[in-house]
């Protein structure tokens, strides 16, 4: 090198000098954040967003009495005591169809033809299905009885006028698209999407797509943090190398966005820029956590953003998104902020050790329905992330699991 | 009406002769379905996609030998001895940076400071972290030793040249995405999105954003199964009411595309388009299953397409798309046949009744720990689904469950 280091830079070498618990980490975070102003956005757009304000109907659904069979609009007292053994002949004076209903009123002796979802026209009260009917060219011969309100759909039996459908906070499924179309919904107010700004750092980087060459490797957090953003409901905004340098990396730290995520260059060595960039130009409250992998994991506010300083090691990258950046995200777009991960629980294959006063995040298998511990633990190998079918947490205050314990396993699946 | 129904109308509408075995339905479709030819696009875009083959790498990585630790390269031999009542002088020759290796050979006698991720030089086999080393102007002095190999990560110790990284069908995650980004892939070949017209019919029906008025409701099929078919990894192509007319429905059914949603007008009414020109034009081998709701589900194909016939009311629609037509499509795509819904196992808060020789899906709430099914059974009340937490089966050859028996819930969050 050029010239040896400066003490000064030696002392910033030395490692953290007080790391924060996680529970004290996700306690400051959540004091960050919750959901962002709302927006409105067409209905048929909105499954999967979250609903700012909850939704009520102005209308009845149905607006109308329905029929829920196919068969005859009739007045129930012209069907009374008849049977297949005592028939009565009534006159078809009409038909309504679905969206073309009946014009008149059905008289006494009258019916009309109808089909499933079509109006009950005025002066029928029930509808005899087909099944009991006989029909002639004019007129049917009743087989069945039926009393007033039969086989019809009362006004607003699905919805009525003033109720509410569905509640502020609703993360919208298909079929709640349905009902908000159905009481006549354009545009719905959601809650805005978290803009987040994907900032990675490395003199080393590659973008991705290249192939690795010499002491260059290729960017893996960039492609994989857009993922996982996108997986918890953020817009990514132009991702990519920023140059590894402080005015760079300090400009794109101030992107109009939501969140940024830095990635490398996030710990104390003399070539992490982000961690004083923080500092001088915002807050940075908590850098360095007592977890394994992520310890050196940054979390500050740079103006109205909430920054996470990311490891560059990516299986770090990976579980410092997970435990924080994720769930920032997932609050600010009105998602809870529980992981996405399935769980279940199963026996350990072996036993596991961890330190005591620092959280620990195993990636395990599931094999033959027990939790295998990776042998590979480096937080550089990424591929024990994708061998993995989940992660184990081993809590602070505990040395480890012996053999045959039931562990709580997230899914990365 | 106009005039009365010709009598081969009325058998129509006298309903199914025969219903098809739930079971039997998806064994016809099972044999229709396996996932699309493949496609090239981007790895970066691949998160979420199914993989069409296996990937293997080419390259290792890292492709250097790369320190694990902020310290020095140095040979370890020259270490050995050294503790902090025996301070070994090493002379510092340069620097190591990611992307910046040293240039030069480390001799004996000599190290090189070295960050986390960067080459180690030539001549070095050991880092000696910066935690035990006093560092002066131009040479360190050693409190410790180190073995060789040690804190050094060993070329190809994530992925070896060769390696399959990701086989073939997987459901790419986000770290995925990022494996593939560090082995220098710029394209990946991926299964196919399923196109999927939907081809909603109904005169009463509006488009979705519209008021019900009169006689008229709002569709609400459209936009709940564009929503359905974007979960399940299908391409939504030009979703919309078409009008109920035999020569419109055939056109849209024969668009582009790998599978076609009818919804309305599936049954055997007389105002049921869609099966008489599945029958004209392809084939429809089941049409009317032993189910409930959504009984009147036809499925078929046309041209290499596979049509399913669901029924007009909502509730009917949704099952018969999660049943039968979201199976297809996440086949097609190369994804798990099984639904995306979690489960959960809890007791019945109260009996449930079902007819023998008919599978009986039950919408559910879960309330304090228990499985209350909703009241409310009507297949047209969609309000019923969003209401519902999930789902539970009775399987045809009960009568229904008793009190606290434990069922399985599939949960629609």
Sequence with gaps: ???????????????????????????????????????????????????????????????????????????????????AYNRLPLAIVGESMPGRPFGGTVGPGQ??????????PDGADAVLPVEVVEIEETRILTQGDVSPGKHVGRVGEDVSAGDVVLPQGRLLRPQDVGVLASIGTADVAVVRRPRVRIVVTGNELLPAGSMPEGA????????????????????????????DRPEAILDAMRSEADVVLVSGGSSVGQEDHAPALVIEH?????????????????????????????????VSCLVAYDFFAGRAIRTLGGRSADWPYRRTVAPLARKVTSTVGRLECLRVRLTEGRVDPLAIGGSSILTSTTRADGFVLVPPDLEGYPPGAEVEVFLYD
């Design 1 to 83: 090198m050029s010239e040896p280091s400066k003490p000064q830079a030696d002392v910033r070498m030395r490692g953290f000098s007080r790391r924060t618990t996680v529970d004290d980490a996700l306690t400051w975070l959540d004091q960050q954040t919750g959901p962002l102003a709302d927006e409105s956005i067409p209905a048929v757009d909105a499954a999967g967003r979250v609903l700012a304000a909850s939704v009520s109907s102005r209308v009845d659904v149905p607006g109308f009495a329905r029929s829920m069979m196919d068969g005859f609009a009739v007045r129930a007292t012209d069907t009374m005591g008849g049977s």
């Design 111 to 120: 019916v009309v033809r109808i089909m499933t979802g079509a109006p009950l």
């Design 216 to 243: 260059r490797i290729v960017d893996s957090n960039g492609p994989m943090l857009a993922a996982l953003v996108k997986r918890d409901g953020g817009v990514v905004l132009n991702p990519g190398i920023v140059p």
């Design 282 to 314: 915002g807050e940075l409250p908590i850098h360095g956590v007592a977890m394994r992998p992520s310890s050196p994991v940054g979390m500050g506010t740079l103006q109205r953003r909430i920054v996470f300083l990311l490891p560059g090691n990516p």
